[in-house]
């Protein structure tokens, strides 16, 4: 995973450095450097966003897990309740 995500970063600052000479009607490799430095920071920025999905799904899971025992703690003791049992709680 980690490698896909690498290249697919790399190519992203490749295809945004070779766009942005597009745009300005200059040739596509005309400082390599900047596609050099296009390319790094694209492959970093896809990892971290991968680093980052993984945390946040993580954090999802966590935060589930408390709800479900939460809500099994709350309405473990009653699970049928009657209508008249209702209407006396309400009043």
Do not use: C
Request: hydrophobic content about 45%; overall charge positive; proline content about 3%.
């Amino acid at each position: 995973m980690a490698w896909s995500a690498t290249m697919v970063g790399a190519l992203l600052g490749l295809g945004t450095q070779m766009y942005s000479n597009a745009l300005r009607k200059l040739p596509y490799m005309r400082h390599p450097w900047e596609h050099v430095i296009g390319m790094g920071l694209g492959a970093v920025f896809v990892n971290q966003l991968v680093k980052w999905d993984v945390k946040l799904q993580e954090d999802l899971d966590k935060m589930l897990e408390k709800a479900k025992a939460a809500n099994e703690r709350r309405y473990m003791g009653t699970p049928f309740r009657s209508f008249s049992s209702i209407l006396v709680h309400s009043l």
